[in-house]
């Protein structure tokens, strides 16, 4: 095969990795033309695609990688299977819609989350995960530095968030207002989903005031979808199960 002294040189140039590492052995293998090209533009489009979905994954900032294989749903017997997978499909994203897990602990809400905010990065929406007390805290620097506008709109560039335990700290008046101008930000034009152990009645013992609660509250749900967990910690419920198994293999 014929090389122009500068074709690789050019490839590297235009960064077409794919292109660079495969022109030769494509052509032995595709004599037209066109669908040389054509095989060409799919491999370099194919690792453009696993980089970009690496790239969203790395900045999702996950605590740890879930999927729903792992999930058993017959520990949730309530929750309604089919509609929680169709999440896979991140329509939600695009509809810019949001969602709450409200359940006690342990129960997988984090998994949850987790799960379709890893579904979200592969099908190429931009995501973050964070705890809603770190989310808050790192708000309120921003706000004594100055910086707030720019950590805000740094957040607009994520088409999902996701806040996970909400309700274990409360609020105090300046984390409830940055909370609420996040949520107003979002309302209508990207997603959120969050974690709660409290029931949306029970929103009034974390904020100030019930108002505050009631305008957050309303912004996340008027588009938004309440998933309820229930029953014993995942958790606790596998600790005892371990104990049993030692005590069982003592005795034997
Ligand atoms: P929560 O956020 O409700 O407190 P987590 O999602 O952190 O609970 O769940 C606690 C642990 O138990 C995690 O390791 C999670 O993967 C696991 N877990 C919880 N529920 C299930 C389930 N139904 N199937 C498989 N693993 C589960
Ligand atoms: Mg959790």
Not at 131 to 144: D, S
Not at 198 to 220: T, V
Request: hydrophobic share 40%; aromatic share 10%.
């Amino acid at each position: 095969m014929r090389k122009t002294p500068l074709l690789e040189s050019h490839l590297r140039h235009l960064k077409l990795p794919s292109f660079l590492e495969n022109y030769r052995r494509v052509a032995d293998e595709q004599r037209d033309p066109v669908m040389y090209l054509d095989t060409l533009l799919h491999l370099e489009m194919d690792r453009r695609s696993a980089n970009g979905v690496r790239q969203r994954i790395a900045n999702a900032h996950f605590p740890s990688i879930k999927t729903f294989d792992g999930f058993d749903f017959r520990q949730q017997p309530k929750l309604p299977k089919v509609k929680v997978l169709s999440l896979l499909d991140s329509m939600f994203v695009r509809e810019k819609r949001n969602i709450v897990f409200y359940g006690p602990p342990g129960v997988g809400k984090t998994h949850c989350l987790l799960a379709i905010g890893h579904a979200a990065c592969m099908n190429g929406y931009r995501t973050l995960f964070t705890t809603a007390a770190e989310l808050l805290t790192m708000l309120i620097e921003a706000k004594e530095n100055g910086s707030l506008t720019k950590r805000l709109r740094a957040l607009e560039r994520y088409h999902l968030l996701l806040i996970d335990e909400l309700g274990y700290v409360p609020f105090e008046r300046q984390a409830t207002d940055l909370l609420f101008q996040l949520i107003s930000r979002r309302y209508e034009a990207s997603s959120v989903v969050i974690t709660t152990n409290l029931a949306f009645e029970q929103w009034g013992q974390i904020f100030p005031d019930p108002m505050a609660a009631r305008a957050i509250i309303d912004r996340l749900i008027h588009h938004g979808a309440i998933f309820e967990f229930s029953g014993e910690s995942y958790r606790l419920r596998q600790r005892s199960g371990a104990k049993k198994d030692n005590g069982e293999l003592a005795r034997s």
